[in-house]
């Protein structure tokens, strides 16, 4: 006569229900990258007819609102433009300064961590 293993007959109430001992994958949080202020600062030299130029062709503003920010810089002094990637605010400091150098205008564009 062969034998053959005991088999193990389960207990319906044994379902493991009450096993806390369940494991969850948790996923490490990922931070925001920090985000940089690009701000032109203003001059006595740069037509405010340029700087309403600059605001729409490299910030995307209307004119209406291009007008309104260059008007905070001449009477502020300076004005945040947009919040950027470094990346970004990076690409549109170069941007802006190259543009300006090329229409020689000392128009300044700086950046700074928020």
């Known amino acids: 006569m062969a034998k053959f293993p005991a088999m193990m007959i389960s207990d319906p109430s044994d379902d493991n229900e009450g096993d806390a001992s369940v494991i969850t994958e948790t996923r490490p949080k990922t931070a925001r990258p920090p985000l940089y202020k690009v701000m032109l600062l203003n001059d006595d030299y740069t037509p405010m007819e340029f700087v309403v130029h600059v605001l729409e062709r490299f910030f995307g503003l209307t004119h209406a609102q291009s007008f309104e ?8 002094g300076l004005a945040v433009v947009g919040v950027f990637s470094f990346e970004v605010a990076e690409t ?3 941007q802006v300064m ?3 150098r090329r229409h020689q205008h000392p128009l300044q564009c700086t950046m700074e961590k928020e």
């Open 98 to 100: 190259d543009f300006a």
């Open 92 to 94: 549109k400091v170069a």
């Open 69 to 76: 920010l260059m008007l905070v810089v001449h009477k502020k």
